[in-house]
């Protein structure tokens, strides 16, 4: 059975069929976010701090992180 292994400094994340439903939060994108992309223009990361701790408080396993502006 495949399974796929995300892993982070801390945490481990395993996708696989047999494994438990993995939920991945993908809110941080300033693709239509004229604020967030105005602040990653200045280096300021506190809306990507708050959009990230909202996802794991609603259940997200992984983030997908796009930073591209």
């Known amino acids: 059975m495949t ?3 995300v892993e982070s400094k ?8 047999d494994q438990p439903f993995c939920v991945i939060g ?4 300033p693709t239509g976010r004229k604020a967030l992309a105005a602040e990653l ?4 990361l ?4 708050a959009d990230a701790q909202a996802q794991v408080e ?8 796009n930073a591209g502006i």
Not at 58 to 65: K, N, P, Q, S
């Open 41 to 44: 223009t200045d280096g300021k």
């Open 58 to 65: 609603a259940g997200a396993t992984i983030l997908d992180v």
């Open 3 to 5: 399974r796929t292994v």
């Open 10 to 17: 801390t945490k481990t994340a395993i996708i696989g069929f």
């Open 26 to 29: 993908e809110r941080i994108n």
């Open 46 to 49: 506190d809306r990507v701090a």
